[in-house]
């Protein structure tokens, strides 16, 4: 089966910084690849798929880049509400796999 | 609006089954859906469980794949998830979820349901 790695486990950074959360994949997936917001205590929200489509209603400081085998989630300045961990996911062929996740913090 | 609603025993005994219940409103099951299953230990990360495709045929993880089923009830719009031979490991919040074909991604969740292993 395909391994989903995230990096790095967690980060703190300031608010307006730009972050940067990379996932790579064991095997190619071309882009078949999603990134899920899930903020303290509540239900996982998806940001982004196909590896770069915001999902409607995301906020345009999200965005996803990458195919094959290495991906990453950036957001262009970190805002208080986007304390929360990040998952990516794999879907390209069962099973969809999900990444270890990425908590955000800020500094 | 799209809605999903877990449901069933929040306290499971180690070595019997665990049944949940998805009860969906907004949108048809019957429909061109995949229907899934996600757990979340405590303090941990998400697991995918499995999926149904609308068509009946199913997507399990290998690493569960001998104790799962995942089962659609099309005349009440429904799905539900078995779990059998449970242990205290199965421990977690269990989300039921929707996939579009066309996203590919998981685009609803249910609210989750913690259900316990445990004497």
């Known amino acids: 089966d395909i391994q989903m790695t995230q990096s790095p486990s967690s980060l703190s950074a300031s608010v307006g910084d730009r972050v940067t959360i990379t996932c790579r994949a064991s095997?190619?997936?071309?882009?078949?690849l999603a990134w899920y917001q899930q903020k303290p205590g509540k239900v996982p929200k998806l940001l982004i798929y196909?590896?770069?489509t915001l999902q409607s209603g995301v906020p345009s400081r999200f965005s996803g880049s990458g195919s094959g085998t290495d991906f990453t989630l950036t957001i262009s300045s970190l805002q208080p509400e986007d304390v929360a961990t990040y998952y990516c996911?794999?879907?390209?062929?069962?099973?969809?796999?999900f990444g270890q996740g990425t908590k955000v913090e800020i500094k | 609006q799209v809605q999903l609603q877990e449901s069933g025993p929040g306290l499971v005994k180690p070595s019997e089954t665990l049944s949940l219940t998805c009860a969906v409103s907004?949108?048809?099951?019957?429909?061109?859906?995949?229907s899934g299953w996600i757990r979340q230990p405590p303090g941990k990360g998400l697991e995918w469980i499995g999926s149904?495709?609308?068509?009946?045929?199913?997507y399990y993880n290998p690493s569960l794949k001998t104790r799962v089923t995942i089962s659609l009830d099309t005349s009440k719009n429904q799905f539900s998830l078995r779990l059998s031979s449970v242990t205290a490991a199965d421990t977690a919040v269990y989300y039921c979820?929707?996939?579009?074909?066309?996203?590919?991604?998981?685009?609803?969740w249910g609210q989750g349901i913690l259900v316990t292993v445990s004497s």
């Open positions: 996911q794999k879907y390209n062929i069962s099973p969809w796999t």
């Open positions: 196909a590896a770069s």
């Open positions: 149904i495709w609308h068509s009946g045929s199913t």
């Open positions: 095997q190619a997936i071309s882009n078949y």
């Open positions: 907004g949108y048809s099951i019957s429909n061109p859906y995949y």
């Open positions: 979820a929707r996939t579009p074909p066309g996203v590919g991604a998981t685009d609803y």
